[in-house]
Structures are given as structure tokens and as C-alpha cells.
């Protein structure tokens, strides 16, 4: 069966990377692969998780390049593996216009709140939480959308809710959309654009 490649990308602990993994191997994903892993982070926890599964790797800093060269090497490394799907799961770089039209609807995001609350620059990982939390909602969750040119501005694929609860800390709420939300839709989100790709394809 022709499968869409995925390439994903991290920043740190790879907790997403790891559902995608598992939901490969259960079946969940079916359409695709994860050929590549790239990290801007060198000891991003993320790259030991791919290396655990003889997924290929790479490192691609920000360190003495500027965002044109940065992209221009993750391109690079894209092309070369023949990359349908990229899927940046807690990547913390802001892709470029240039890029993202480069790849239109063909990379997608997971964000830690319902878009469109709690999102955009300056908007990643505890701060969302901390954000919702101080606002002071009832109700979270987690979003996976395509990458466009705003920051978490493409169109959402799928979205779910996650109630928070009294006493909850950002890491407290953190923990609970991970499991309920955000482990569940990126596999689910990335085998529905997976299966689009190929019928184009086809
Ligand atoms: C996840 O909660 C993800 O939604 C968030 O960072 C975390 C990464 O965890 N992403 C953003 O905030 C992007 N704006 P992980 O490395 O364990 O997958």
C-alpha cells in the first residue's frame, strides 16, 4: 500500500512523537510513515525516543544561521527523504511564510488549547496553561491544525475538550490534555491527511 512519508518535527521531550510512533505500530496510522525526526535542540529528549525505534534523526540549530539558512537545511533534509507530511509536534520555531507556502496543507500542528483561545506568538507549552488557567476557563484542550503563515491561524483538523479541574496547576492541566487530548487527535489527525495525500497521489 503507498504510504505518505512524515517527517516530524521536535524541541523536547517527544511525548507527541511517541503517540505517532505507537500509533504506527498499532495500526492507527496506516497511510503513513515517520521517516525522519528533526530537532532544533541537540539533547532534545524527542531524538533518543526516534533512535529507540531506528527512526533516522537530525539537528538542525538556529546557532550562527539565520531563519533563511535554518529552513533552507531542514528543507534540504526534507527533499532528500522525499517528505508528504510534516508534522511538528512541540516544535517551538516559527516557520516563515516562504516555507509554509512552500508545503501548503501539508504540514500540520498540535497546540495545547482550543484555537482560538490561549494561541499564537508567544503562546507554547506551560504558558498556554498558565494563560488558561489565570483567564480562568472551565474547559480546555488541545487542537491540531494546518501551518499557515500566522502563527496557529491555519484551519483546524480536530479538536478536543478536556475539563479542568479545582486545584489544577499549569503542569497538573498540562498532563491531563496530553493524555486525553493531544496523544489521541495528532495520530488520529495525522492518518486523515495521510489518506488524503495518497488519494491525490493515486
Ligand atoms: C505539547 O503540549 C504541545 O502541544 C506543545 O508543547 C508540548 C510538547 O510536548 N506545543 C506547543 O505549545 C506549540 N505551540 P512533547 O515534546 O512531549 O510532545
Known sequence: MLKANIAVLVSGGGTNLQAIIDAEKSGIIKSGTVKIVISNKEDAYALKRAEKENIETAVVTKD??????????IIKILDAHNIDLIVLAGFMCILSESFTSHYKERIINVHPSLIPSFCGEGFYGLKVHRAALDYGVKVSGATVHYVNEVPDGGKIIMQKAVEVQEGDTPETLQKRIMEQAEWIILPASCEKVCKRITEEKK
Not at 64 to 70: D, L, V
Request: charged share 60%; net charge neutral; proline share 0%.
Open 64 to 73: 550562527g544561521r539565520t531563519r533563511q539558512e535554518f529552513e533552507k537545511e
